[in-house]
């Protein structure tokens, strides 16, 4: 076939693909209808709302699904510890893990449980348990910043306590039925309608300060724009400002360079706290034990990985692929307020893909997905070993007490800030949802760089021994330093746990201390049990 031909079939083929889509957003779905109702402007609960559209309540509702009919090869809404691969799914039930979670969050509160998502039904619930949040103390160790994106309560929390004051206070303060109805006014309507019109809005205040920052004016934007924009409230990265910057502990997207992991790494060079040459540190989210490196945590980073990926920049939007339109009652349509996994079964990869790839079975879609997550997975897994030998790496160097190189300070500055880097770029993607569907290639090339940074850390160490920890080094990453399965904050409590692994001895013990919390209620104090029956004992 001569060229020309060739550049034709492929023009044509873009085209069709292309038209698929146009015509769809032109001609099948329902213009979003204006509506006047009797809700007050500042409602936030969703059964006030669910009066109103009792249709749309359903759909949330189903959110509330929880249970292996719900699991994908990769995802799903079992929110199963993403570490250890069983705990709690039953028995047998595999998913694909990452064993060195633990390892490289060590010291941070992610390192005590981090689990897959669920539905936004379970946002508060959540968040409540996690143990990430101190239940064990009058003082979460985390601040109210942390409600921002579980409930639309947070307009109403910042006007009364003041933009400077609100983000920093301490997050217990506003867990108890006095301030919150964990079901009612968990992620929901407020969150992105105009009580009043049904609008879609933007209630997130990062969102809004960080697309002002750009010179984007969202009352501006398009329908599409808007179905992208209402996600992109809670499903981006983002890290809590330090008060040399602005506001104590307020939420920031670090958006200003751009959306790529190498923008953001750029970006927080210098937005740590103020230092003695009256410049700026790197920001920092913790230090790391093992290798005493100043690490970021990366989080969720849907709305920047699906923009410049195949579909993002095509114009699909999240609500595309995640808020089907459905027929419901017999004969309305509307849009499904179910948000999850659209590879859930077959009729849901209908509903969304076969919109725009009619001419393809669920089968082979749900093929091509797993096709671009199989090979994300595979270089997430490499990532995550090279990351564990760079801290590894460091610490014996810095450890070295044998002949070291004449510029041994440079290199262990520069391994450390290779270690960071290299993590950064691994989370970017072990963090984003889609374990790399929605923007393969990027997922792609992020995790090589990640691989290529961590391993410039483990040869900065090298040097700096003048290789002298060649030897220690060797071998499998999986022998030297095992896994970590099992870490909780009340395991760090016992000082004996901390000599079960070579890292957790890097640790200090935490104070020992009864659990004071339990979802919305606080413990009475003495002799009740550490943890109630209904707890699992984490
Ligand atoms: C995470 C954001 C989000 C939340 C939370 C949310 N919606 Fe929506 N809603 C949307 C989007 C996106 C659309 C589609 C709008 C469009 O295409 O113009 C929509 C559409 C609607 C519509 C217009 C008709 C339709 O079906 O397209 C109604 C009515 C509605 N939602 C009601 C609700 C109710 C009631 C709740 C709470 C139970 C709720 N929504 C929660 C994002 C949200
Ligand atoms: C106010 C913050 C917020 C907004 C807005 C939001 N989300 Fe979420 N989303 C969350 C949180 C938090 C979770 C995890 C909840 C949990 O596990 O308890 C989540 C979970 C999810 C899940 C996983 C569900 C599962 O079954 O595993 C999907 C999919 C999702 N969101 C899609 C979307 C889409 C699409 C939009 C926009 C239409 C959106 N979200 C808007 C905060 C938000
Ligand atoms: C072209 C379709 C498509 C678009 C557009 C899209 N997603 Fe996804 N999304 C998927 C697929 C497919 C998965 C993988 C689901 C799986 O593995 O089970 C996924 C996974 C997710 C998950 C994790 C679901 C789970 O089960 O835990 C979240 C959260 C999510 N997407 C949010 C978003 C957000 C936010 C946007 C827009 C910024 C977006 N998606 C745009 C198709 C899409
Ligand atoms: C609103 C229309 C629309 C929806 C919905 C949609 N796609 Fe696409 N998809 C497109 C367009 C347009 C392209 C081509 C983009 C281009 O030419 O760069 C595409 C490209 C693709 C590709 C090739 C690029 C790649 O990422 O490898 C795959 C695979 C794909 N879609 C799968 C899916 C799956 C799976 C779903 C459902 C979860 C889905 N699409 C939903 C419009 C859509």
Not at 395 to 420: F, I, P
Not at 422 to 443: C, I, L
Not at 493 to 502: A, D, R, S, V, Y
């Amino acid at each position: 076939m001569n060229k020309r031909i060739l550049l034709f079939a492929g023009l044509c083929g873009v085209g069709v693909l292309l038209f698929a889509a146009a015509s769809r957003s032109e001609i099948k779905p329902p213009v979003t209808p204006t509506y006047k109702t009797g809700l007050a402007a500042n409602e936030t609960r969703n059964s006030a709302f669910g009066k109103e559209f009792p249709l749309h309540f359903e759909s949330y509702q189903m959110n509330n699904q929880s249970d292996e009919k719900t699991m994908t090869r990769f995802k799903g809404s079992i929110p199963f510890r993403k570490n250890d691969n069983v705990n709690p799914l039953p028995k047998g039930f595999k998913q694909a893990a990452q064993p060195y979670l633990k390892n490289l969050w060590l010291g941070y509160p992610f390192s005590f449980e981090y689990n897959e998502a669920r539905g936004h039904t379970y946002g508060i619930q959540d968040i409540l348990e996690i143990d990430r949040i101190n239940n064990y103390s009058e003082s979460a160790g985390l601040p109210a910043t942390c409600w921002n994106c579980k409930t639309p309560k947070i307009p109403e929390w910042v006007a009364e306590y003041g933009d400077d004051k609100f983000w920093s206070m301490n997050f217990h303060d506003f867990r108890t039925t006095d301030k919150i109805s964990m079901k009612d006014q968990t992620i929901g309507c407020a969150n992105c309608h105009d009580p009043k019109t049904m609008e879609l809005v933007i209630t997130s205040i990062p969102l809004k300060e960080a697309l002002a920052e750009q010179g984007i004016d969202w009352t501006k934007a398009t329908r599409n724009e808007m179905r992208g924009y209402v996600c992109g409230q809670c499903h981006v990265e983002y890290y809590f400002m330090e008060k040399d910057h602005g506001p104590n502990k307020k939420p920031k997207f670090p958006w200003a360079n751009g959306k790529n992991p190498d923008d953001m790494y750029e970006y927080y060079m210098d937005k740590g706290p103020k230092n003695a040459q009256g410049g700026f540190d790197s920001f920092a989210d913790w230090t790391h034990p093992v290798s005493k490196t100043r690490m970021l945590k990366a989080q969720h980073p849907e709305f920047e990985t699906w923009g410049d990926g195949p579909h993002g920049a095509a114009g699909v939007s999240c609500a595309d692929c995640h808020m089907p339109y459905k027929r419901v009652d017999g004969k309305k349509k509307i849009s499904s307020h179910l948000w999850t996994s659209p590879l859930r079964n077959d009729e849901m990869i209908r509903d969304t893909c076969g919109n725009c790839h009619a001419d393809k079975t669920p089968a082979y879609l749900r093929g091509r997905v797993e096709a671009t997550q199989k090979k994300t997975y595979d270089q997430l897994m490499t990532a995550q070993d090279l990351s564990v030998k760079a801290h590894e790496a460091v610490r014996q160097a810095s450890e070295w007490t044998g002949e070291k190189a004449a510029n041994y300070d440079q290199l262990m500055a520069e391994a450390r800030e290779w270690v960071r880097k290299g993590q950064f770029f691994w989370d970017y993607v072990s963090a984003e949802n889609s374990v790399g569907f929605h923007n393969p290639v990027k997922a792609l090339d992020t995790l090589a760089k990640s691989q290529q940074y961590s391993q410039n850390a483990v040869n900065a160490a090298m040097a700096a021994t003048n290789f002298g920890i060649g030897k220690t080094l060797e071998g499998d990453i999986h022998t030297l330093v095992p896994p970590i399965l099992e870490w909780t904050r009340k395991m760090q409590m016992e000082p004996e746990n901390l000599q079960k692994h070579i890292w957790t001895k890097y640790l200090t013990p935490l104070p020992k201390a009864e659990r004071v919390w339990h979802l919305q209620e606080r413990l009475p104090k003495g002799d009740a049990p550490a943890v109630p029956a209904n707890v699992s004992a984490k």
